[in-house]
């Protein structure tokens, strides 16, 4: 019991959280669960702040939409999908980057092959001068 408890306390002071996170004199899994939540939970309150913020707006006034209230386990569940929201954004991102690039040496290619083609063919003609 003594190896769990100092594997949940080594995972808990590498999670930048204090031992005991819901004061009850004892190290549980409530407290990794609340570390957790700790995380996540400013990431649901953004995405429930930009959604109060739109349901406002003339638009969401259209539509009908109504304000958020959530409580910690919204927020939470609302914080790890906008982390993998995010992290679908910035993944597509990188693609785009990375095709981009792609194209740009693909003409970079392109243009080195025509100069070295219209130099070997200036080559070509200076030795049938001769």
């Not at 702040?49 to 409580?71: Q, R, T």
């Not at 003409?107 to 070295?116: L, S």
């Amino acid at each position: 019991m003594k190896k769990l408890l100092l594997l949940l306390s080594i995972f808990l002071s590498l999670a930048g959280c204090s031992k005991d996170r819901n004061y009850d004199g004892e190290i549980t899994i409530t407290d990794s669960r609340i570390a957790i939540q700790d995380f996540f939970i400013p990431f649901g309150e953004f995405s429930q702040n930009a959604f109060n913020g739109f349901s406002v707006s003339n638009v969401g006034k259209f539509l009908e939409f109504g304000s958020l209230s959530l409580d910690r386990g919204g927020l939470t569940a609302v914080g790890i999908w906008t982390i993998l929201f995010i992290f679908f954004l910035l993944y597509l991102i990188g693609r785009l980057w990375a095709n981009s690039n792609e194209k740009q040496r693909e003409i970079i290619r392109e243009a080195r092959r025509d100069a070295h083609l219209k130099k070997v063919i200036k080559d070509i003609n200076k030795k049938s001068e001769d």
